[in-house]
């Protein structure tokens, strides 16, 4: 179900890398239970966007909140965020399997810790190491968080790479453990830029299939960067056209219409159509 509180509102949103206007003025909504693509030209804006929702870079102007607040006061909300970015840089070697991977995203929450504000009650989550929360039992701490590894990899059909090196994943298999690492924990915003880039066109498929769903028993509201426009049209509730600026925004079978393709490319694109 959609609900009439935005998870994510932007408003105003400019960036510059140095003197480039990498974005400009840029404003949008996304709700829970919903999948945004963001489409355009390379050199759009569009991962220079995601990037500064996310406050990984500095914005010029406008304001971003996320689960109703600004996105410099999140404090202890950040959790509720995931993110997959184009590429997952590492070095092969290093020697940590995948449950190892998808635990790091892992915190534990008190079942206890709970507010009630105007009727409803809101789960309130607790991280290791703050003053005045209380801890869980450390054998109890470690069930929990072995449970709730191996629950995020059966929901991505990955608990079969649990004592995996991730060094050895292909590209597919390392985009389904990444998104039990999302997963491991309760999220409110998942942004992907790129995350199928590398990806066959079956494995992209499976993968927007398995997403869809997430998003669905989850409540999910995601964000993403994708060149895909055919994935894009069948998998996402909303597209957002990006060239620098927003050129449209809507459903799929009225943002991606021939005009607002020219618009937002320019008449050098050319669709590609995958046939499967």
């Not at 998870?7 to 404003?27: C, M, P």
């Not at 996320?66 to 909300?77: A, D, F």
């Not at 499976?206 to 995601?222: A, C, I, R, S």
Request: proline fraction near 4%; include cysteine.
């Amino acid at each position: 179900m959609i609900n009439n509180f935005p998870t994510l509102k932007v408003e105003g949103l400019t960036v510059y890398q140095g003197s480039y206007l990498a974005v400009r003025d840029v404003s949008f909504e996304l709700f829970s239970g919903t999948n945004t693509a963001i489409v355009g030209p390379n050199g759009a804006g569009k991962s220079t966007l995601v990037q500064a929702v996310l406050d990984l870079i500095p914005r010029s102007a406008g304001t971003i909140e996320i689960l109703g607040r600004p996105i410099t006061r999140l404090e202890n909300l950040r959790h509720q965020l995931g993110y997959m970015p184009q590429n997952f840089i590492f070095d092969r070697s290093f020697p940590i399997c995948v449950s190892e991977l998808v635990g790091l995203g892992w915190v534990y929450s008190s079942p206890s810790n709970s507010v009630t504000s105007g009727g409803e009650t809101r789960k309130k989550f607790s991280f290791a190491g703050l003053r005045g929360w209380r801890r869980a039992p450390a054998s109890r701490t470690s069930r929990l968080k072995s449970a709730a590894i191996a629950e995020a990899l059966r929901r991505t059909d990955a608990y079969h790479l649990r004592n995996q090196a991730i060094g050895t994943l292909s590209g597919g298999q390392l985009k389904r453990v990444l998104l039990a690492y999302c997963l491991v924990m309760p999220r409110k915003l998942l942004v992907l830029d790129e995350a199928f880039a590398g990806v066959d066109v079956q494995g992209a498929a499976d993968f927007y299939t398995l997403l869809n769903e997430l998003k669905q028993e989850e409540g999910w509201t995601v964000l993403q960067v994708c060149h895909d426009i055919d994935m894009v049209s069948r998998y996402c509730d909303r597209v957002i056209c990006l060239n620098q600026t927003i050129v449209c925004t809507g459903a799929p079978e009225v943002a991606l219409s021939p005009q607002n393709l020219l618009a937002t490319y320019g008449p050098a694109f050319s669709r590609y159509q995958h046939n499967h």
